[in-house]
């Protein structure tokens, strides 16, 4: 019984010792636990923390856009760029060609070298009828036709060293032979910080408007019979002589130039007193030159004065001009002089108009007794254009020329003289179209002259023919220009 006591007693004290750990772990665990205001706070830092990392994520991924961004934007520049660049013929030695202004261009990236290669066309199909004048003689009607490359002319521009001395080399190809004939050949130095400039070769002597605007840029399909006879003196309309030239041009209303030379059409010729000149006009083998010319212009662009069509005209255009030469020759001196308004009115727009007067002194050396050896030749010339539509694409135009030669010319003095022409007045009855596909780099002209006093003297260039009595002459006359 005792011993049954005994062995109890380890048995209980054993079962409360792990009465007593078991509870104390159970209030462990209670203490342990969050209450619910605790674990409310953990879950709104949680939140936040979150959140931040969330803003955070967000920043990263704005500025890696912002960067991806630039660098394709810097990336499509660079492409853009090189593109570009590669677009162009040639790429070397920081030399780039191509298009551009309107022309092709190789030039430096400073711009102190340029060349500018171009190429000038006109073809052209002449129908000549003259009333009884066949084989030279008035006998029957003769009529003419056929094509004529009135002018293929290459040449090379632009500036070298610096952009104040510019250059120009031209030649054009023989109507007849084939061969290439120099036109122009000059330098030409602008001084800097001053209106001044100078030029030296080879060069139009444009101390009349009609010359002075080029062939590229006419109205018509060649110039008017007045400058063909006297400003031209039948040497195919272009006056080119050799010289030196200085010329006044501040940007401003007023301008002008003056030249020396070897006298009248002396292009091509050596230094000796031989060569060039006119011997329709009696100017043989001339010695000097003296040509100036001075403009001013009213109001509008010095631009839109280069030609005679109101084709990119968007103001107001005046301008009056005055000029003339002086040339000396073993035989006479020829005194040329001219003044002539250009206008192109914006008010209506479209309209292009110019009128000039020209006139010729000659004062010869020797002539026969009783003879004037002093004659006066003068005439003037008016014409008008319209451009039909908005596009400036199609314009239709008219002129008038009259020439007057001088009934006391001493004979002997070339085709002017006397006695060696048929009719003293000539009159010109001009009116044609011209359809620009892109402005005078390429475009057709076509019209129909009328001589109701036919002409003593070729001007084949323009397609006009003499004639042994004064009878009607007209001539069709349809063109293709094209400037490269």
């Known amino acids: ?46 939140q936040e923390k979150v959140a931040r990392l969330e803003s955070a994520q967000q920043g990263t991924a704005a500025k890696v856009d912002q960067v991806d961004a630039a660098l394709v934007g810097k990336t499509v520049t660079d492409v853009q760029s090189d593109a570009d660049r ?54 029957s009607d003769d009529y003419e036709n056929g094509f004529d490359v009135r002018r293929l002319k290459f040449a090379f521009d632009g500036n070298i060293f610096t952009k104040n001395l510019t250059y120009r080399f031209q030649w054009n190809t023989n109507r007849t032979a084939g061969q290439p004939v120099l036109d122009e ?29 080029s062939s590229k840029r006419q109205l018509a399909v060649e110039r008017s019979v007045l400058h063909d006879v006297l400003a031209g003196g039948g040497n195919n309309s272009e006056n080119y002589v050799q010289g030196v030239e200085v010329v006044y041009d501040d940007g401003g209303p007023f301008r002008a130039s003056a030249n020396y030379n070897d006298g009248f059409s002396s292009r091509n010729t050596i230094f000796t007193d031989s060569g060039g000149g006119s011997a329709l006009l009696g100017i043989n083998n001339p010695q000097w030159g003296v040509s100036g010319r001075a403009e001013y212009k009213v109001f509008g662009d010095w631009k839109n004065y280069e030609d005679f069509t109101a084709l990119g005209t968007t103001k107001d255009l005046l301008v009056v001009g005055v000029g003339g030469s002086v040339d000396g020759s073993n035989n006479n001196n020829a005194y040329f002089h001219t003044v002539d308004v250009q206008w192109e009115p914006a008010a209506v727009k479209g309209l292009a108009a110019y009128a000039a007067y020209v006139g010729l002194a000659r004062d010869f050396r020797t002539v026969a007794a009783g003879a004037d050896g002093s004659p006066y030749d003068w005439g003037f010339v008016g014409q008008v254009s319209y451009l039909l539509d908005a596009q400036g694409q199609w314009e239709v135009f008219g002129r008038y020329s009259y020439t007057s030669l001088d009934d006391d010319a001493p004979t002997g003095t070339g085709t002017l003289g006397a006695a060696a022409r048929v009719s003293d007045h000539l009159h010109e009855f001009t009116v044609g179209a011209n359809y620009y596909l ?16 036919g ?30």
């Open 185 to 213: 050949g000059w330098v030409k130095y602008f001084f800097e910080g001053t209106p001044f400039s100078v030029r030296a070769g080879t060069f139009l002597d444009g101390w009349d408007h009609e010359t002075a605007v």
């Open 1 to 46: 019984m005792e011993q049954t006591v005994k062995q109890s007693r380890p048995i209980k004290v054993t079962a409360f010792a792990g009465w007593v750990v078991a509870m104390s772990g159970t209030f462990a665990v209670a203490a342990a636990e969050p209450t619910k205001e605790e674990l409310v706070d953990q879950l709104r830092q949680l």
């Open 86 to 139: 590669r677009s162009q013929l040639l790429q070397a030695s920081g030399f780039t060609a191509g298009y551009s202004q309107g022309k092709f261009l190789i030039q430096s990236e400073d711009g102190r070298f340029t060349l500018n290669p171009n190429v000038f066309l006109q073809l052209r199909y002449i129908a000549n009828f003259r009333q009884e004048s066949k084989n030279g003689v008035a006998e």
């Open 455 to 484: 002409s003593p003297i070729d001007l084949n260039g323009a397609g006009i023919l003499a004639q042994p009595n004064d009878q009607d002459q007209f001539v069709l006359r349809g063109q293709f220009q094209l400037l490269l």
């Open 438 to 453: 892109r402005g005078h780099a390429a475009k057709f002209t076509l019209d129909l002259m009328y001589l109701p006093n």
